[in-house]
T-cell receptor
Framework: GAVVSQHPSRVICKSGTSVKIECRSL??????MFWYRQFPKKSLMLMAT?????????EQGVEKDKFLINHASLTLSTLTVTSAHPEDSSFYIC??????????????FGDGTRLSIL | QKEVEQNSGPLSVPEGAIASLNCTYS??????FFWYRQYSGKSPELIMS????GDKEDGRFTAQLNKASQYVSLLIRDSQPSDSATYLC????????????FGAGTRLAVHP
């Protein structure tokens, strides 16, 4: 159980393109999903917390107009990197926690999306 | 002071030995602690969760928590080359939504 599917796994595109990444909880419902980015040999950095039916909460220093988050259902959250530039190239990972579990239950991670902007 | 600290390693152990990974955290109010394993180029995978002081065992893995010392550790018995990965310590931070605060990770190398 607790499977999180993330798509696509890899994106290579030109500078200025907008890229959408989907995160789905397959066998559970998630009121809250989380979006991280990770640079090579660095730890995960939380970008934003995605809340079903409401606006996402962004971490300090993360541009909300650059990284658009939509959490329209209990099983799907999307991250759109708008007008991507080479500095946005990174490994983006989503996670989710079962809404029926206790609030301290672990997060389960998707497989990540490697984004490369040329 | 970083909220969750880990030695970056690499920690090199021979196959069959016990690998000991350590983590300290700064928020004394933290109640939930997790160890994740991350292979190169992959996303984190949950290994252990621990919420109470003491030891928690699951197969070859043992998590240890000492809230008074703000210290959590992970022991891997009978280490295998397939255990070679980066191990991330994560603590649920203060505030809403129970956000995870990650350490920088310890790279473990198990050599035959």
């Amino acid at each position: 159980g607790a499977v999180v599917s993330q798509h696509p796994s890899r994106v290579i595109c030109k500078s200025g393109t907008s890229v959408k990444i989907e995160c789905r909880s397959l066998d559970f419902q998630a009121t809250t999903m989380f979006w991280y980015r990770q640079f090579p040999k660095k730890s995960l950095m939380l970008m934003a917390t995605s809340n079903e039916g409401s606006k996402a909460t962004y971490e300090q220093g993360v541009e909300k107009d650059k990284f658009l988050i939509n959490h329209a259902s209990l099983t799907l959250s999307t991250l759109t990197v708008t007008s991507a530039h080479p500095e946005d190239s990174s490994f983006y990972i989503c996670s989710a926690r079962d809404v029926q579990g206790l609030s301290n239950q672990p997060q389960h991670f998707g497989d990540g999306t490697r984004l490369s902007i040329l | 002071q970083k909220e969750v600290e880990q030695n970056s390693g690499p920690l090199s152990v021979p196959e069959g030995a016990i690998a000991s990974l350590n983590c300290t955290y700064s928020d004394r109010g933290s109640q939930s602690f997790f160890w994740y394993r991350q292979y190169s180029g992959k996303s984190p995978e949950l290994i252990m969760s621990i919420y109470s002081n003491g030891d928690k065992e699951d197969g070859r893995f043992t998590a240890q928590l000492n809230k008074a010392s703000q210290y959590v550790s992970l022991l891997i018995r009978d280490s295998q080359p397939s255990d070679s990965a980066t191990y991330l310590c994560a603590v649920v931070g203060a505030g809403g939504y129970n956000k995870l605060i990650f350490g920088a990770g310890t790279r473990l190398a198990v050599h035959p």
